[in-house]
């Protein structure tokens, strides 16, 4: 699975921007799905993920009830709406996958990885 990200820009506080990470190669389905964020010199932040059927998902307080999560099989996209936006949330944002045997959020090792895409969130 080859993971291409895109969507980012600069921004100003409580504007909005939506995400696209689109997959080639088979069974996208079979994947769990997440984006990360990371700012240099900080660690990685896994802020969402979502199950293969896009039943589960999870998000970490930093963006719950701002962020949203969607996959659309069809498209072998995953998408990540940010609303609200913050400066905090100033990072590269990647999208990730994972090979699930089940539906879950969490567990399985992402192993596939896009190239990250650049959010600036001016204040």
């Known amino acids: 699975v080859q993971l291409q990200a895109s969507g980012g820009g600069l921004v100003h506080t409580g504007d909005s921007l939506r995400l696209s990470c689109v997959a080639s190669g088979r069974a996208f389905s079979s994947h769990l799905v997440g984006w990360f964020r990371q700012v240099p010199g900080q660690e990685r932040e896994h802020v969402a993920a979502l199950s293969r059927s896009g039943g589960g998902t999870y998000y970490s307080n930093s963006v719950k009830d701002r962020f949203i999560i969607s996959r659309d099989n069809e498209k072998n996209t995953v998408y990540l709406q940010m609303n609200s936006l913050k400066p905090e949330d100033t990072a590269v944002y990647y999208c990730?996958?994972?090979?699930?045997?089940?539906?879950?959020?969490?567990?399985?090792?992402?192993?596939?990885w896009g190239q990250g895409t650049q959010v600036t969130v001016s204040s």
């Open positions: 990730a996958a994972a090979f699930s045997d089940y539906d879950v959020v969490m567990g399985p090792r992402y192993e596939y």
